[in-house]
């Protein structure tokens, strides 16, 4: 069975740095181009960074030269490092597989508010 489970947010200051990760179970891991999405209240979800099964990376404009995707494929984990955070990244952050399948986690909340 798929399943998510992301850690690593939490209240910061704009200008600040979280570490987000996501551990995935099942075998399908190693193969597949992952994902980092995010949810802010009353908008629909978006991508916002992935990462190919041989480490190419590609990322949204609004996070471009901030945010940093990588993976451990012996730790079935893919990490976000987002840098010099803003206001506007406040949201739920999911990882998923891309493109996505049905099995989201429950996400981690990202707050950043002075």
């Known amino acids: 069975q798929v399943q998510f489970v992301e850690s690593g947010g939490g209240l910061v200051q704009p200008g600040g740095s979280l570490r987000l990760s996501c551990a995935a179970s099942?075998?399908?891991?190693?193969?597949?181009?992952m994902g980092w999405y995010r949810q802010a209240p009353g908008k629909e979800r978006e991508l916002v960074a992935d990462?190919?099964?041989?480490?190419?990376?590609n990322y949204a404009d609004s996070v471009k030269g901030r945010f940093t995707i990588s993976r451990d494929i012996a730790k079935n984990t893919v990490y976000l490092q987002m840098n010099s955070l803003k206001p506007e990244d406040t949201a739920i952050y999911y990882c998923?597989?891309?493109?996505?399948?049905?099995?989201w986690g429950q996400g981690t909340q990202v707050t950043v508010s002075s």
């Open positions: 990462i190919t099964s041989s480490g190419s990376s």
């Open positions: 099942g075998s399908f891991f190693v193969l597949t181009s």
């Open positions: 998923n597989t891309l493109p996505y399948n049905r099995f």
